[in-house]
């Protein structure tokens, strides 16, 4: 059903099996590697009715959770808005008030299935929340002690940026970045077969969606400039990118350029800038500021790679 993540499959398959779960799981690791989906079919599995498990299955209560529909799985996550800026899901955000009616709705018992499963995606984001008082302890409260037989999946990419109080309720699952094999078989059926993906994928970090992004060109690829020794071109370039997914993007596709030229030339400072770039994708996990990380990136990158020049 999706590529990799085996450990956690099996931690998962034996939990669902014996009906014992924690109340509240993080799951923790980078954007689009499936914890999302991994969480979805983790309730399904709790809720079907033939006793599936990561299989497809046509029971109503897998149909309704593949139709948005099931009363016992509750959704929350980012904001979707429509071209002219309406917010199409207002009642599944991470906001004040409906993290009061997670509270209220998680004491009571399931309605249809014998599980009822709350997924957060962007679980950070609950922090924001947090400024409300009564709302968020009344939040850690239900973590610790929620109804019977009801479970909470976190899910977030920035583990740092979740409230202590809600990492010392939850038990942490880690998410590994998926390999190019696990990619391209994500991806089989979605994207024509081509060495392209291989390259997406290396440059992705590990990440699906990442991955779309490259081969769909939504990302500018500075590495070329790199290669070229055109520092000018690579500066402007990395000017350029607007989010921090863009410039996440750009510092992990830099990444292997470094290593490989690490092990061409024997330059530790190659290797130096290896754990350098790695060091800049974790301050991102802090909101650190987007132009002190760009103009740091960029001048690291051509200090160490133009002194072979
Ligand atoms: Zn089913």
């Given at each position: 059903?999706?590529?990799?993540h085996?450990?956690?499959?099996?931690?998962?398959?034996?939990?669902?099996?014996?009906?014992?779960?924690?109340?509240?799981?993080?799951?923790?690791?980078?954007?689009?590697?499936?914890?999302?989906?991994?969480?979805?079919?983790?309730?399904?599995?709790?809720?079907?009715?033939?006793?599936?498990?990561?299989?497809?299955?046509?029971?109503?209560?897998?149909?309704?959770?593949?139709?948005?529909t099931?009363?016992?799985?509750?959704?929350?996550?980012?904001?979707?808005?429509?071209?002219?800026?309406?917010?199409?899901?207002?009642?599944k955000?991470?906001?004040?008030?409906?993290?009061?009616?997670?509270?209220?709705?998680?004491?009571?018992?399931?309605?249809?299935?014998?599980?009822?499963?709350?997924?957060?995606?962007?679980?950070?984001?609950?922090?924001?929340?947090?400024?409300?008082g009564?709302?968020?302890?009344?939040?850690?409260?239900t973590?610790e002690?929620?109804?019977?037989?009801?479970?909470?999946?976190?899910?977030?990419?920035?583990?740092?940026?979740?409230?202590?109080?809600?990492?010392?309720?939850?038990?942490?699952?880690?998410?590994?970045?998926?390999?190019i094999?696990?990619?391209?078989?994500?991806?089989?059926?979605?994207?024509?077969?081509?060495?392209?993906?291989?390259?997406?994928?290396?440059?992705?970090?590990?990440?699906?969606?990442?991955?779309?992004?490259?081969?769909?060109?939504?990302?500018?690829?500075?590495?070329?400039?790199?290669?070229?020794g055109?520092?000018?071109?690579?500066?402007?370039?990395?000017?350029?990118?607007?989010?921090?997914?863009?410039?996440?993007m750009?510092?992990?596709?830099?990444?292997?350029?470094?290593?490989?030229?690490?092990?061409?030339?024997?330059?530790?400072?190659?290797?130096?800038?290896?754990?350098?770039?790695?060091?800049?994708?974790?301050?991102?996990?802090?909101?650190?500021?987007?132009?002190?990380?760009?103009?740091?990136?960029?001048?690291?990158?051509?200090?160490?790679?133009?002194?072979?020049?």
């Amino acid at each position: 059903m999706f590529a990799g993540h085996e450990k956690q499959t099996e931690i998962f398959r034996r939990a669902v099996k014996s009906g014992r779960l924690m109340h509240a799981y993080i799951f923790s690791g980078i954007k689009g590697i499936g914890k999302r989906l991994f969480a979805v079919n983790t309730a399904k599995a709790l809720l079907c009715r033939e006793g599936s498990f990561f299989s497809p299955c046509g029971c109503p209560s897998c149909v309704q959770i593949d139709m948005g529909t099931h009363p016992d799985l509750h959704l929350y996550g980012e904001k979707e808005t429509s071209p002219d800026g309406k917010v199409l899901n207002e009642d599944k955000i991470i906001n004040i008030e409906n993290v009061r009616k997670i509270v209220e709705s998680a004491g009571m018992t399931p309605l249809e299935g014998q599980w009822k499963v709350y997924i957060i995606d962007g679980a950070h984001q609950l922090a924001d929340t947090a400024q409300g008082g009564p709302a968020a302890n009344a939040l850690l409260k239900t973590l610790e002690e929620p109804g019977e037989n009801t479970v909470f999946f976190l899910i977030t990419d920035k583990y740092e940026a979740i409230l202590p109080t809600i990492r010392s309720r939850a038990v942490n699952v880690k998410f590994s970045p998926l390999t190019i094999d696990q990619i391209r078989q994500a991806l089989s059926g979605i994207v024509p077969e081509g060495s392209f993906i291989d390259r997406a994928a290396l440059m992705s970090g590990g990440s699906v969606s990442r991955t779309l992004d490259i081969l769909n060109e939504k990302f500018t690829d500075v590495t070329p400039y790199l290669k070229d020794g055109d520092f000018v071109k690579f500066a402007a370039a990395v000017q350029k990118l607007k989010t921090q997914e863009e410039i996440s993007m750009a510092v992990s596709s830099v990444y292997p350029e470094a290593l490989e030229a690490f092990k061409k030339t024997g330059r530790y400072s190659y290797c130096l800038l290896g754990y350098y770039l790695l060091d800049i994708l974790r301050r991102f996990n802090y909101n650190a500021n987007v132009d002190l990380i760009k103009a740091d990136f960029s001048s690291k990158v051509i200090e160490v790679f133009s002194e072979a020049v």
